[in-house]
């Protein structure tokens, strides 16, 4: 039977004396079977760096393993023994009764590290075994922390914080918590503690200016063992060329570290919003406190995600809301996971840039992701190199997503390979921490999910037309230049299953599914061919094709939507026209809306975005008008309810989408492409109430004027960059 080692905080296994079978032995005398078991992880510090990427807690300086071991007991009539081994075997036969049996171990320098007794009665003429868990022992050690900082401070500085003490293995937690304060000048770089408590320790460093303003910290544990001295170094790194600082967190335990979100740019005129998915999974009956860290400072108790996740998995936390806005334009973000009950503990973070905010009424741009995001950790590591970024930007091809938020990039990084995140926006938050009613808002950061090649035979392509079923469980993407159509499975967590290709032998120019997303449906601009998929977990299959009407004119087909009572509508710019179709297990064309120059809508139809409110759905027509149509049953033809200009800041106008703004019930029209973006407030039939537009600010850190697609989900509209290579969010909470 194997047992663990002590010092499971510490990364050590645990000591277990395990008897030998129960078997008849000659003679009088009782035979004590001792067998030694460690597992291999305890033998050198060196495993502990490579399980953690090189990442550990501060330990002792000199070897502390166990390398041998002395076993001794008194039994009756004052019988004794003693002896000592390295061995991992020993046995003594000794007289019948009730014996006390002791083993203490020591390290290679001879220093006692650990102890333990056992009682147990020995029968005569049987072997019996002895169970004994050796414990750290009680005493003091010494504790010596080196300062490293990357830039020279100011005079005045300080590095101010505290060491607490968290406990002993093996001995009860302590009541009260013991904490010793820390206060430095900054240009102070060792910190020593003599003849304190051996036991497990934490330690939270600020770098504090003259003024007494943050500039920067560091979070690390500690272990001091009773007559040995723990050493080590916390880092405090701080950025170029005013106040812009990285502090490095070292987590240091066994713990699982948590998986934080993309690297992105926040605007700072909102602030920055984490988010963490745990991966440690606590044991029936243990508290794992979650705290959050800005720049070595403590933020707050994490926030969790209880309701309307997504593909988020349970247990997903945020960033405490309503904290003070940051005045430095880097920021380093840091989520501690903490056992109660074991004093373990795991750590991770993120580097978050600040932007200048830019809004408008309300509305306005919220973050911005890069090539850097595709860098960050994945919540679903694949088996192939692909999954990390190659680390240039790229020109962002693509952009779609869905309710169960979902999203897809085609392009970003110098592969231009297909990505895809998950935002939390609108879920539930813990009322015992963010207040009742609370909802994540749409400065969430993304959690990346993975990276994929897209490779169409032994060639890696890239996507310019992407489409999300709205449950999240399929991914399909398509080359406008070339005649593949391509389709991803994945699990409910957003999870890549598998892939499959189909090549239709046109041009794909628009792809779209179902609202059940059981169908997939492409538009092939060569022939004006409509080609209907079955889709599954098995791939896709084609189940019917439809050659539109007037096909043997330049269609230039653009966009293809399906409508919430299952219309299809696809736009054929050159042609002026709108088709709409069905799809009763058989494709089949039901309308023919014509539009002519000289002002007969609609004219040169581009965008479509389908409305939330009742069966309806808008158009772009030329970059200078907006159509709305709507239709009052399935049977109806849809017929024009309402039209619009763009005023003269958004036209030139490529892409349009539709939403609302989180809780909100009103219809929101964001409209992208030329110059600058802007915001529509429309009523139910599709008329302009207000419009808000947003020119580009300095460098266009939201890629404003490069604006290649546009999706909405959860309350946040999603700009694809282009040749920005970057994807921006926008909206209002």
């Not at 510090?45 to 000199?62: A, D, I, N, Q």
């Not at 713990?255 to 440690?280: I, K, N, T």
């Not at 896709?540 to 439809?546: A, D, F, H, K, Y």
Request: charged share 20%; glycine share 12%; net charge negative.
């Amino acid at each position: 039977m194997k047992r663990t080692f002590w010092w499971a905080f510490m990364l050590l296994p645990a000591l277990v004396l395990a008897g030998a079978c129960m078997g008849i032995q000659d003679g009088r005398l009782g035979t004590l079977a001792v067998k030694l078991s460690f597992d291999a992880a305890w033998a050198s510090p060196r495993s502990l760096m490579r399980e953690e990427g090189g990442k550990k807690s501060l330990t002792p300086t000199e070897a502390w393993s166990p390398t041998k071991f002395a076993i001794s007991g008194s039994g009756p009539g004052g019988a004794e023994f003693s002896l000592e081994s390295g061995d991992i075997d020993v046995e003594t036969k000794l007289v019948p009764g009730d014996w006390t049996i002791g083993v203490r171990a020591f390290s290679a320098g001879n220093k006692e590290v650990a102890s333990g007794t056992s009682t147990c009665l020995l029968l005569p003429g049987r072997t019996t075994a002895a169970s004994i868990v050796l414990y750290p022992l009680e005493g003091e050690g010494d504790l010596s922390i080196t300062i490293a900082k990357n830039l020279a401070v100011p005079a005045g500085g300080r590095i101010a914080g505290g060491l607490v003490y968290k406990g002993l293995p093996g001995h009860p937690a302590p009541a009260v918590q013991t904490t010793v304060a820390i206060d430095v000048p900054s240009e102070q770089t060792i910190i020593s503690f003599e003849g304190i408590e051996a036991g497990h320790y934490s330690i939270g460093l600020r770098l504090l200016a003259s003024d007494g303003s943050v500039s920067g910290g560091c979070v690390d544990t500690a272990m001091v063992m009773s007559g040995f001295l723990t050493a080590g170094t916390c880092a405090i790194e701080m950025g170029m060329p005013v106040a812009n600082l990285s502090a490095l967190l070292y987590p240091s335990s066994p713990l699982e570290p948590p998986l934080v979100s993309a690297e992105h740019d926040f605007s700072e005129a909102h602030g920055f919003m984490p988010l963490a998915a745990p991966r440690y999974a606590a044991e029936a009956g243990e508290e794992v406190e979650r705290t959050w860290y800005s720049n070595g400072e403590e933020a707050g108790k994490a926030v969790e995600l209880i309701g309307n996740r997504g593909i988020l998995p349970e247990g997903t936390v945020a960033y405490p809301q309503d904290r003070p806005l940051s005045r430095l334009s880097l920021v380093r973000s840091d989520i501690v996971e903490e056992s109660r009950s074991t004093f373990r503990a795991g750590s991770a973070g993120v580097t978050l840039k600040a932007g200048a905010g830019n809004d408008r009424g309300g509305y306005g741009w919220r973050a911005s992701y890069d090539y850097a995001s595709a860098l960050s950790p994945s919540l679903h590591e694949t088996t192939e190199a692909n999954n990390i970024g190659a680390g240039n930007s790229y020109i962002v091809k693509a952009i779609a997503a869905s309710p169960s938020g979902l999203i897809a990039i085609s392009g970003l990084d110098d592969e231009g390979a297909l990505h895809a995140f998950a935002a939390g926006y609108g879920a539930e938050l813990d009322p015992a921490t963010a207040g009742p009613g609370s909802l994540l808002p749409i400065d969430a950061s993304w959690i990346r999910l993975w990276r994929d090649k897209v490779k169409i035979g032994s060639s890696v392509k890239t996507a310019d037309r992407l489409a999300v079923s709205d449950d999240g469980r399929f991914i399909a993407s398509a080359s406008s230049l070339s005649n593949w159509l391509r389709l991803c499975s994945l699990d409910i967590g957003g999870k890549l299953l598998d892939s499959f290709v189909v090549t239709p032998g046109e041009n794909i120019r628009a792809i779209c599914f179902s609202k059940d997303g059981r169908k997939l449906y492409a538009a092939a601009n060569t022939g004006g061919t409509i080609y209907a998929f079955d889709v599954s977990e098995g791939g896709m299959v084609p189940t019917s094709s439809l050659k539109l009407s007037a096909t043997n004119e330049a269609l230039s087909l653009q966009d293809m939507r399906v409508t919430s009572s299952g219309g299809i509508v696809v736009t054929a710019k050159d042609m002026s026209r709108l088709y709409v179709l069905s799809d009763e297990g058989t494709l089949r064309e039901e309308a023919v809306v014509q539009g002519a120059s000289g002002g007969v809508d609609p004219y040169h139809p581009t965008s479509l975005a389908v409305s939330g409110s009742g069966d309806s759905f808008h158009v772009l027509c030329d970059g200078e008008k907006i159509l709305s149509y709507g239709r009052a049953t399935s049977l109806s033809p849809y017929t024009l309810t309402a039209s619009f200009l763009l005023p003269a800041e958004a036209e030139g106008s490529t892409v349009i989408a539709s939403g609302t703004t989180l809780g909100g019930n009103e219809e929101i029209l964001f409209a992208a492409g030329g110059d600058n973006v802007e915001f529509f407030e429309i009523d139910g039939a599709g008329s302009l109430l207000n419009n808000y537009p947003l020119s580009p600010t300095p460098g266009d850190p939201a890629g404003i004027s490069t604006a290649s697609g546009l999706c909405y989900i959860r309350g946040a509209f999603i700009l694809a960059g282009g040749s920005s290579g970057i994807v921006a969010v926008f909206g209002a909470d």
